[in-house]
């Protein structure tokens, strides 16, 4: 599954520790969810929506393989 | 919603607790094992590995501490590699389990037969020793280990 929360992360200036602290979880899986490691749970995945203001379809897309 | 309940965890600072039990006894072990062999090789006392049972227990009550300690923050990746770590730890119990019973089995029978003498022979001493350590503390350092090793992979670079 990709995803562009780097880049939204980027786009609100935010650092990973900064975001981890708003959707109450720690820097480690912030960083996995980027690069890619980590796939989150349904409730992570709209903790994210909320702080981007974005719908969970644009900050995840599944790949092929999925 | 789904949220992680860690009541059964023990505080975070226990973590450090744990980390110098479990590196107090390793040094202490070890220094001891060099020390007694240095004295016995120079025939100030005959003792083949004198090794105090105080020791293993620190060891694993140490590692046990660090392994059931609560994250600064618990969440749902560090549950997830919680439990990937317990399912490497279950393999390593198994093989514990069965290396142990094997030696054992294999050390009695040798030991029955007289071909070996269980108290001159290093490795019968070395063997049980792994035994020992071998069933719980040999799981629990497995679990350290990949439950570590999972998270240092997940964390490793600041943005």
Redesign the interface.
Known sequence: MKNNIRLERARLDL??GEL?DRI??????I??IEKG??A??T??ALKLSRVFDKPVGELFELEPND | ??SINTSYYLPHYCKKIGWILAGLSIVVYLSLFILVNILEFISIIKANAYVSPFLPILLTVGMAMIISSR???E????R?IRLKSFQYGIYAAVVLFIYSIIFETGTLMLLHQGIIDGHNEYWVILGFMLMELGSIPGTLFVILVIYHAY?F???K???
């Open positions: 650092t990973q981890a109450d979880v720690s820097r480690q899986t960083h996995a490691k980590y989150p749970s409730v992570l | 919603m789904d994250e600064k923050r969440d749902e990746m560090i997830l998270l992979k997940a964390g670079d600041e943005e």
